[in-house]
T-cell receptor, first 114, second 116 residues
Framework: DTEVTQTPKHLVMGMTNKKSLKCEQH?????MYWYKQKAKKPPELMFV???????INESVPSRFSPECPNSSLLNLHLHALQPEDSALYLC?????????????FGAGTRLSVL | AQSVTQLGSHVSVSEGALVLLRCNYS??????LFWYVQYPNQGLQLLLK??????LVKGINGFEAEFKKSETSFHLTKPSAHMSDAAEYFC??????????????FGRGTSLIVHP
């Protein structure tokens, strides 16, 4: 099983809402990532968790709050987002970060902020 | 700083024609290089990777890429395009970064259009 599952697939939220994105993998990977992707652009790294600890935060605004409850799950909590935050949010996982490992991506959550 | 440059935001080919997607890298050390494909409404999928073994790397779906140090290139090719190859293709480079972590840096992407 090389699947990374993201839910929901689509999300529409207002600027005052609180919502969460969920990502799950059962490959035993110990590194998990959140990316933001705008249309026709490459993915931009947001956060990296390594062994359930936040190891990289690419200066992401505090309205995005990641959480890694266990080695299989990764959440992204959203609060007071702006319309410019509308994008495809991709989750990925890999065996670890300290070696060249293949990243496996989920299909993404397409977020629209109204 | 490590980076990759993908020449051409769009490449258009006829079905059955050769596919050539260009990627040049800049790195002060031997890089690890990747090609990913993204089909509409999906995440990225690894096509192939170069990790300093053979310079000609074969990937999935009939794609291959050749690492040329003298040209700092890692172009992606496929002898005969299929309609199902229409997608966005990203070249990526990776080397140790913060705390020794290997995090890929993606090129801007090339959209492959296949005409019947």
């Amino acid at each position: 099983d090389t699947e990374v599952t993201q839910t929901p697939k689509h999300l529409v939220m207002g600027m005052t809402n609180k919502k969460s994105l969920k990502c799950e993998q059962h490959m035993g990977h110990r590194a998990m990532y959140w990316y933001k992707q705008k249309a026709k652009k490459p993915p931009e790294l947001m956060f990296v968790y390594s062994y359930e600890k936040l190891s990289i935060n690419e200066s992401v605004p505090s309205r995005f709050s990641p959480e890694c409850p266990n080695s299989s799950l990764l959440n992204l909590h959203l609060h007071a987002l702006q319309p410019e935050d509308s994008a495809l949010y991709l989750c990925a996982s890999s065996q670890e970060t300290l070696n060249i490992n293949i990243q496996y991506f989920g299909a993404g959550t397409r977020l629209s902020v109204l | 700083a490590q980076s990759v440059t993908q020449l051409g935001s769009h490449v258009s080919v006829s079905e059955g024609a050769l596919v050539l997607l260009r990627c040049n890298y800049s790195s002060s050390v031997p890089p690890y290089l990747f090609w990913y494909v993204q089909y509409p409404n999906q995440g990225l999928q690894l096509l192939l990777k170069y990790t300093s073994a053979a310079t000609l790397v074969k990937g999935i779906n009939g794609f291959e890429a050749e690492f040329k140090k003298s040209e700092t290139s890692f172009h992606l090719t496929k002898p005969s395009a299929h309609m199902s190859d229409a997608a966005e293709y990203f070249c990526a480079v990776s080397k140790p970064g913060t705390g020794g972590s290997y995090i890929p840096t993606f090129g801007r992407g090339t959209s492959l259009i296949v005409h019947p």
